[in-house]
């Protein structure tokens, strides 16, 4: 019986012989040592939380269900200096932009506190709907520089400040939810209506941040001569100057 079972695992290529010995074949072990270390990144930190290793090099995986967490969350890793220490420029690439759908006053403090740990933060939302235009004054009002429908060539959701590039990712039912209520709400008020009273939706994000100076200089750099930021900041503080 225990012949057998060998034979079987062998068939599954889980062991193979070597002089007449079984040992666990070296191409699987190969393989589950990835799968066991792609799972270790998986669950970094618990869910709808960073806990960021700051010296790690290897990729660092956080998962969110809640959007109105992942919005105060990765707010929070600019406004408590989490990744940076010199009020370094950061860096938002978004679809459609972001706001807790379960909005608090207190988070708009947030907003401002990000505002003056990175003072030349760039919000830029790639595709406009009317609550996307509201939501991009709000970033303005705060002090922050960027602008709306800017047709960049990224696929995805990205988050960069010093030597570290965060993509986001949305699970594609989540982002018909976001572009719903984007599409649909005008104001703050629209979005009370919908949650001040209600459970907010599951909204599924999965997020991989990287320390790599050298692909996070290269992807700031190519931001800054994708975009005029020297016109945006003029009329940013123009808008300051007359409130």
């Known amino acids: 019986a225990?012949?057998?079972?060998?034979?079987?695992?062998?068939?599954e290529n889980i062991v193979s012989k070597n002089k007449n010995q079984w040992q666990l074949d070296p191409k699987w072990l190969e393989s589950n040592e990835k799968f066991i270390q792609q799972t270790k990144k998986t669950y970094s930190g618990k869910k709808n939380h960073y806990d960021v290793n700051l010296n790690s090099d290897a990729p660092q995986i956080f998962e969110f269900d809640n959007f109105t967490d992942f919005c105060v969350e990765t707010a929070n890793l600019v406004a408590k200096n989490v990744l940076h220490q010199n009020k370094e420029k950061a860096?938002?690439?978004?679809?459609?932009?972001w706001w807790p759908?379960?909005?608090q006053f207190e988070q708009l403090h947030l907003l401002y506190d990000l505002k003056k740990s990175s003072p030349d933060t760039i919000h830029i939302i790639r595709k406009p709907t009317p609550f996307g235009i509201w939501v991009q004054k709000q970033y303005e009002r705060a002090g922050g520089i960027g602008t709306i429908g800017l047709n960049l060539p990224f696929d995805e959701d990205l988050f960069i400040q010093g030597n570290w590039i965060m993509q986001i990712q949305f699970s594609e039912e989540s982002k018909k939810t976001i572009v719903k209520y984007w599409k649909k709400w005008k104001n703050l008020e629209d979005c009370f209506k919908e949650f001040g009273l209600r459970k907010e939706p599951s909204i599924h994000i999965h997020t991989t941040l990287t320390k790599n100076p050298t692909m996070a200089g290269f992807m700031k750099k190519k931001i800054e001569e994708m975009t005029d930021f020297s016109k945006m900041a003029k009329n940013s503080s123009k808008h300051h100057e007359k409130r």
Request: no cysteine.
């Open 2 to 11: 225990v012949h057998k079972a060998l034979q079987e695992l062998e068939h």
């Open 91 to 97: 860096y938002f690439i978004l679809e459609y932009g």
């Open 101 to 103: 759908l379960k909005f």
